[in-house]
Protein backbone atom coordinates (compact mmCIF):
# COMPACT_ATOMS: atom_id res chain seq x y z
CA UNK A 1 0.00 0.00 0.00
CA UNK A 2 1.96 3.02 -1.50
CA UNK A 3 0.11 5.63 0.54
CA UNK A 4 -0.12 4.67 4.14
CA UNK A 5 2.26 7.03 6.34
CA UNK A 6 2.93 9.26 3.98
CA UNK A 7 3.36 13.35 4.37
CA UNK A 8 0.47 15.31 2.85
CA UNK A 9 0.19 19.00 2.49
CA UNK A 10 -2.98 20.69 1.51
CA UNK A 11 -3.19 24.39 0.13
CA UNK A 12 -6.96 25.37 0.28
CA UNK A 13 -8.04 28.74 1.85
CA UNK A 14 -11.90 26.87 2.20
CA UNK A 15 -11.60 25.71 5.93
CA UNK A 16 -14.40 22.80 5.54
CA UNK A 17 -12.78 21.76 2.36
CA UNK A 18 -9.50 21.55 3.36
CA UNK A 19 -10.88 19.67 6.48
CA UNK A 20 -12.38 17.24 4.92
CA UNK A 21 -9.79 16.10 2.28
CA UNK A 22 -7.87 16.14 5.58
CA UNK A 23 -10.19 13.44 7.09
CA UNK A 24 -10.26 11.57 4.24
CA UNK A 25 -6.32 11.27 3.52
CA UNK A 26 -6.30 10.32 7.70
CA UNK A 27 -8.74 7.84 6.53
CA UNK A 28 -6.03 6.42 3.93
CA UNK A 29 -3.04 6.47 6.67
CA UNK A 30 -1.66 9.78 5.69
CA UNK A 31 -0.51 12.41 7.72
CA UNK A 32 -1.38 15.70 7.08
CA UNK A 33 -1.14 20.03 7.14
CA UNK A 34 -3.69 22.37 5.99
CA UNK A 35 -2.83 25.56 5.11
CA UNK A 36 -5.35 28.21 4.55
CA UNK A 37 -2.97 30.81 2.46
CA UNK A 38 -0.41 29.32 -0.48
CA UNK A 39 2.54 31.94 1.55
CA UNK A 40 3.11 29.92 4.56
CA UNK A 41 2.94 26.41 2.56
CA UNK A 42 5.35 28.12 0.31
CA UNK A 43 7.54 29.21 3.53
CA UNK A 44 7.64 25.60 4.55
CA UNK A 45 9.03 24.32 1.21
CA UNK A 46 11.44 26.57 1.19
CA UNK A 47 12.49 25.84 4.87
CA UNK A 48 13.08 22.56 3.37
CA UNK A 49 9.44 20.97 4.83
CA UNK A 50 9.23 18.61 2.24
CA UNK A 51 6.14 16.51 1.75
CA UNK A 52 5.71 13.60 0.36
CA UNK A 53 2.63 15.05 -1.92
CA UNK A 54 1.18 18.35 -2.39
CA UNK A 55 -2.62 18.79 -2.78
CA UNK A 56 -3.42 22.29 -3.90
CA UNK A 57 -6.88 24.21 -4.44
CA UNK A 58 -6.82 25.70 -8.25
CA UNK A 59 -8.86 28.36 -7.04
CA UNK A 60 -7.70 30.82 -4.72
CA UNK A 61 -7.15 34.63 -4.02
CA UNK A 62 -3.94 36.48 -4.67
CA UNK A 63 -2.03 33.15 -5.32
CA UNK A 64 -3.62 30.31 -6.99
CA UNK A 65 -2.67 27.08 -7.06
CA UNK A 66 -1.51 27.51 -10.31
CA UNK A 67 1.41 29.90 -9.80
CA UNK A 68 2.44 27.25 -6.69
CA UNK A 69 2.58 24.78 -9.43
CA UNK A 70 4.65 26.67 -11.35
CA UNK A 71 6.87 27.79 -8.89
CA UNK A 72 7.48 24.65 -7.64
CA UNK A 73 8.21 23.00 -10.70
CA UNK A 74 10.54 25.74 -11.72
CA UNK A 75 12.41 24.75 -9.18
CA UNK A 76 14.82 20.90 -10.01
CA UNK A 77 14.23 20.13 -6.12
CA UNK A 78 10.65 19.88 -6.26
CA UNK A 79 10.56 18.30 -10.13
CA UNK A 80 9.96 15.16 -8.64
CA UNK A 81 7.05 16.08 -5.91
CA UNK A 82 3.85 14.43 -6.69
CA UNK A 83 1.29 17.20 -6.98
CA UNK A 84 -2.01 17.05 -7.25
CA UNK A 85 -5.01 19.48 -7.94
CA UNK A 86 -8.63 20.25 -6.48
CA UNK A 87 -10.82 22.10 -9.01
CA UNK A 88 -14.64 22.98 -8.60
CA UNK A 89 -15.15 22.88 -11.83
CA UNK A 90 -15.35 20.34 -14.40
CA UNK A 91 -14.76 21.48 -17.76
CA UNK A 92 -12.48 23.84 -16.17
CA UNK A 93 -9.36 25.44 -18.35
CA UNK A 94 -7.17 25.80 -15.56
CA UNK A 95 -7.40 21.67 -15.28
CA UNK A 96 -5.92 21.55 -18.51
CA UNK A 97 -3.47 24.53 -17.83
CA UNK A 98 -2.66 22.59 -14.46
CA UNK A 99 -1.65 19.62 -16.38
CA UNK A 100 0.74 21.45 -18.99
CA UNK A 101 2.72 23.07 -15.77
CA UNK A 102 3.24 20.03 -14.44
CA UNK A 103 0.26 18.26 -12.19
CA UNK A 104 -0.19 14.77 -11.51
CA UNK A 105 -3.66 14.82 -11.51
CA UNK A 106 -7.15 16.39 -10.58
CA UNK A 107 -9.93 15.51 -7.91
CA UNK A 108 -13.13 17.06 -8.53
CA UNK A 109 -14.75 19.11 -5.68
CA UNK A 110 -17.04 17.16 -3.52
CA UNK A 111 -14.30 15.08 -3.31
CA UNK A 112 -14.44 11.66 -2.63
CA UNK A 113 -12.08 9.12 -1.03
CA UNK A 114 -12.26 6.61 -3.97
CA UNK A 115 -11.44 9.29 -6.51
CA UNK A 116 -8.77 11.03 -4.33
CA UNK A 117 -7.10 7.49 -3.43
CA UNK A 118 -7.32 6.53 -7.23
CA UNK A 119 -5.28 10.00 -8.03
CA UNK A 120 -2.60 9.53 -5.69
CA UNK A 121 -1.82 5.98 -6.37
CA UNK A 122 -1.14 7.32 -10.13
CA UNK A 123 1.10 10.18 -9.22
CA UNK A 124 2.89 8.21 -6.78
CA UNK A 125 3.25 5.51 -9.28
CA UNK A 126 4.02 8.21 -11.79
CA UNK A 127 6.96 10.08 -9.84
CA UNK A 128 8.13 6.36 -8.83
CA UNK A 129 8.76 5.17 -12.82
CA UNK A 130 10.96 8.13 -13.29
Known sequence: EPIK??????VDDDDEMGRAVSLMLKLLGCKTRHFHN?????????AGDLPDMLILDINMPEVTGLDI????????????????MLSSEAADVMVDKALQLGADGY??????????????????SRHKMK
Open 5 to 10: MKLVLI
Open 38 to 46: PRPAAEALL
Open 69 to 84: LEFLRRRKDWKDLPII
Open 107 to 124: VMKPVTIEELEKVMAQAF
